[in-house]
């Protein structure tokens, strides 16, 4: 089985493109999937529009009620699946669920441990239009992060892994963004690898990554260091 987690906040306008390019994606894999949205309580429709997705595809919402936050979204979401590969992916349409095939297989023939979806491999890419500063605000966490992690680009937030390899829920600190990089720090990951991936920009809904969610993002980097620092050696 294999889970795919999506965390989500105001996204009901995705929800139903999500769950049909998911299950378009995975009709070719031998594996059963599951695809669990995990939701800070949006109040958006997106719990109906679930009820009624469910009828057609393998979709679950779990509403968390008086939380919010993307990284701990994404922990309780590996937490209640079930699948023996774990998949997290965003609700916007940026990660193409098309490559969901390409990452699992890698895990499956024990080629990779970890895989990323990356827009900064070859064959990798971004919308065109992307500013410089955009670009620059993709890029600089990646560079600040390339001393933890050997891979091109840990923020992409598209990422599969066994459920065997997760860290201990309680080694993890996460705060506000991306977790992909806590779980590769934290986790015996030793096979990581990318996948290329097309990164769209959103269709539907907003942007929920704020000012102060960037600066949460030097915080948690500053933790990982000292972490890796803890625990060299050991
Ligand atoms: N459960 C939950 N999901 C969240 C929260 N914040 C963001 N998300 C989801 O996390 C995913 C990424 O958020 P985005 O707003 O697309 O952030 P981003 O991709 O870094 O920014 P853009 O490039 O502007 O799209 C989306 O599926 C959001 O719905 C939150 O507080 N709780
Ligand atoms: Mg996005």
Not at 66 to 78: F, K, P, Y
Not at 118 to 125: E, I, K, N
Not at 142 to 154: E, G, I, Q, V, Y
Request: a negative charge.
């Amino acid at each position: 089985m294999i889970s795919i987690v999506v965390p989500t906040y105001r996204e009901a306008a995705n929800l139903p493109h999500v769950a049909k390019a998911v299950d378009e994606a995975c009709a070719g894999l031998a594996d059963d999937y599951e695809l669990l949205f995990i939701d800070d309580d949006s109040q958006d429709g997106s719990e109906e529009i679930c009820a009624e997705l469910s009828e057609r595809f393998p979709v679950r919402i779990v509403v968390r009620k008086g939380e919010r936050g993307l990284a701990t979204a994404v922990i309780h979401g590996i937490a209640v699946s079930s699948g023996d590969i774990v998949v997290v992916m965003d609700a916007d349409l940026s990660h193409p669920p098309s490559a969901i095939p390409a990452m699992v297989e890698r895990l499956q023939r024990g080629e990779s441990d970890f895989v990323l979806g990356s827009r900064y491999v070859q064959g990798g890419s971004i919308h065109d239009d992307w500013s410089f500063f955009r670009q620059l605000n993709s890029i600089i966490p990646s560079l600040l992060a390339r001393p933890l992690c050997p891979l091109k680009d840990p923020m992409s937030g598209f990422f599969a892994f066994r459920r065997a390899e997760m860290p201990d829920a309680g080694r993890l600190s996460p705060i506000g963004y991306k977790i992909a990089l806590e779980i590769f720090v934290k986790g015996d990951f030793n096979h990581a690898s990318e996948v290329p991936i097309h990164f769209a920009d959103r269709q539907h809904g907003e942007s929920k990554l704020s000012l102060k969610e960037q600066l949460n993002f030097l915080r948690h980097l500053g933790r990982l260091y000292a972490y890796k620092l803890r625990f060299a050696g050991t």
